[in-house]
């Protein structure tokens, strides 16, 4: 089993950045895969960003060029770096371990980007 505690996000103005972290505890090695998925109100949830346990990334389309995914192996921790950011990237941001499937999930951070 993998708990997962995110930090970080907050209340951002658009153009601005602001990074994410999740910290991973419990059964590491049985990790994939990492991801951060956003969930805005009235939408469904989306995957933002993965990085696999060999290091590939990947991104959806709206936020690439923007967002970074990055991980700290000695730390257990992967991070979210978001800049250039936009009114539609608010949501609440989790951070998600991908066993079999997506098994473990994060309490979820509020990023909240103001016009």
């Known amino acids: 089993q993998v708990q997962l505690v995110e930090s970080g996000g907050g209340l951002v103005q658009a153009g601005g950045s602001t990074r994410l972290s999740c910290a991973a505890s419990g059964s590491i090695s049985s990790i994939n895969a990492m991801g951060w998925f956003r969930q805005a109100p009235g939408k469904q949830r989306e995957l933002v960003a993965t990085i696999t346990s060999g290091g590939t990334t990947d991104y959806t389309n709206s936020v690439k060029g923007r967002f970074t995914i990055s991980r700290d192996n000695a730390k257990n921790t992967v991070y979210l770096q978001m800049t250039s950011l936009k009114p539609e990237d608010t949501a609440v941001y989790y951070c998600?371990?991908?066993?079999?499937?997506?098994?473990?999930w994060g309490q979820g951070t509020q990023v909240t980007v103001s016009s």
């Open positions: 998600a371990a991908l066993l079999k499937r997506w098994d473990s």
